[in-house]
């Protein structure tokens, strides 16, 4: 197994280029399912996530063509209705064929999804949803048989205790952008990856109204057409390595930092006074080699706008070096917290009451091996070996593969001494 290797205290300086955004991507790869037209899908992150996705619309019946340079043709000329357990167990985010499926063929049966070390991610709102667009739904041996035979366009609160749903909203829109009569989706997701996945769809021919709203209407079309839709760069990867210029005391442009993606983050570490210049629409320079003093700033996820629970491991990481006491709180997985007791073993110091994480900051972090436990918390714990006196071994990166882009080669480029390494090449630690 791969492990990464950082020797901290590298200033990272330079130029770098966001992928496109994993969470944009894997609906908008779903929703090629929708058409048996081809769909070129441009800025394609190459991921273990979007090979995942790849797998899946193959096993449906979808020739996937790679034309080089992040670019997939995809025609599903002939589709099946029924997704395996081995595909959807690898990833999540593979219930997003579940309304594209349902959408085109009216029938779809897909493995209940479970369960994820953030926490519990039920589905309930996105069954709701199918439900009142019509559709039968039964479970057996799990997995949920869809029988969208009787479908036509509804009313839907789609909001939930925590907010909206992100895949939720995706897999509504792409089941109602084919369902007859008009859709209205109420406390609908209005992430930019949403926004991106009804730009698709409305290029497709869907008609969809309230785009980037919490309210959007679809009125239901007999067919979908194939079109070229490029994916929108990935706010969170964007955040990420803005954070590291800040946590390095570097300089780094961040090409493909989109400041309307990016509000409640940029407003966070502007409290925080780290410095940074909007060059352009979507280049973001950060100047940690201006910064005089960290400050501690509070933070509460929520759904966008408000700040990503995706960043929220990152950002902890710089609070953990800033002396004074930060809160973080979750409000969207209210047990993500995995980065906590290894950043611990860093030398943070970081307690957690409920679903907040009361940060001592200020310590000098030292490296040592870490153990990754989902995406998020990998960054987070780079982020802190990029600026830890000694070396941090980063175990388990197959995390950070589903949703970083050559990672640590952008990292390399930018000056900071990281390798990828088999673990056998780690030391060996007496715990
Ligand atoms: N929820 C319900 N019922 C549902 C669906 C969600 O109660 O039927 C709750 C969840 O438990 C959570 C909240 O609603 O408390 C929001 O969950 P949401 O459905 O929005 O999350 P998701 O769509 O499963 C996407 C991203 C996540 C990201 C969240 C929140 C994709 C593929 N995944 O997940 O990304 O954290 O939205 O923004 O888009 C990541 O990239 O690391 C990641 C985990």
Not at 18 to 24: D, I, P, R
Request: aromatic share 4%.
């Amino acid at each position: 197994m791969d492990v990464l290797r950082i020797r901290g205290g590298k200033k990272l300086n330079g130029t770098v280029q966001v992928s496109g955004a994993k969470n944009a991507c894997l609906p908008i790869l779903a929703a090629t399912l929708l058409t048996d037209e081809p769909c070129i899908v441009r800025n394609v992150p190459l991921l273990s996530d979007s090979t995942a996705m790849r797998k899946i619309l193959e096993h449906q019946g979808a020739v996937v063509e790679d034309l080089g340079g992040n670019a997939w043709k995809i025609c599903a000329k002939n589709i099946i209705p029924a997704t395996p357990y081995e595909l959807v167990r690898k990833m999540r985010a593979s219930i997003c064929v579940m309304g594209a499926l349902t959408g085109r063929l009216k029938t779809a049966e897909i493995p209940y999804p479970g369960g994820c070390v953030i926490g519990q991610r039920p589905i309930d709102l996105h069954i709701k949803g199918l439900k009142k667009l019509g559709c039968e739904i039964t479970q057996d041996a799990g997995v949920i048989r869809i029988d969208g035979s009787a479908m036509r366009g509804a009313y839907i609160f789609l909001g939930g205790r925590n907010g909206s749903t992100v895949t939720g909203t995706s897999n509504i829109l792409m089941a109602a952008v084919l369902t007859p009569g008009t859709t209205q989706i109420d406390c609908a997701a209005c992430e930019p990856e949403i926004q991106d996945l009804c730009e698709m769809l409305i290029k497709m021919g869907a008609k969809i109204k309230g785009v980037g709203s919490p309210k959007l209407t679809v009125t239901g079309v007999k067919k979908l057409h194939g079109c070229e839709h490029s994916v929108i760069p990935d706010r969170i990867e964007a955040g990420t390595f803005l954070l590291c210029g800040a946590i390095t005391g570097g300089d780094i442009t961040v090409h493909g930092a989109v400041r309307e993606h990016l509000g409640a983050f940029l407003d966070k570490l502007n409290e925080a006074k780290v410095p940074f210049e909007v060059i352009d629409e979507t280049s973001i320079r950060v100047r940690g080699d201006l910064m005089k003093t960290f400050v501690p700033v509070d933070i509460v996820t929520f759904p966008h706008p408000g700040f990503p629970t995706d960043l929220q491991a990152q950002f902890s990481a710089l609070m953990a070096i800033t002396p004074g006491i930060s809160l973080i709180t979750e409000r969207i997985y209210p047990n993500r917290f995995m980065h906590v007791p290894e950043l611990g073993r860093m030398g943070a110091s970081i307690s957690i009451e409920g679903a907040t994480a009361i940060v001592k900051g200020g310590t000098k972090l030292s490296g040592a091996p870490v153990m990754a436990s989902d995406l998020r918390a990998s960054a987070a714990l780079v982020l802190a070996g990029l600026v830890a006196d000694g070396e941090t071994w980063v175990q388990r990166v197959y995390h950070l593969d589903r949703g970083y882009e050559g990672f640590e080669k952008k990292l390399a480029r930018l000056g900071a001494d990281i390798v990828r390494l088999d673990d056998s090449q780690m030391p060996r630690y007496d715990d």
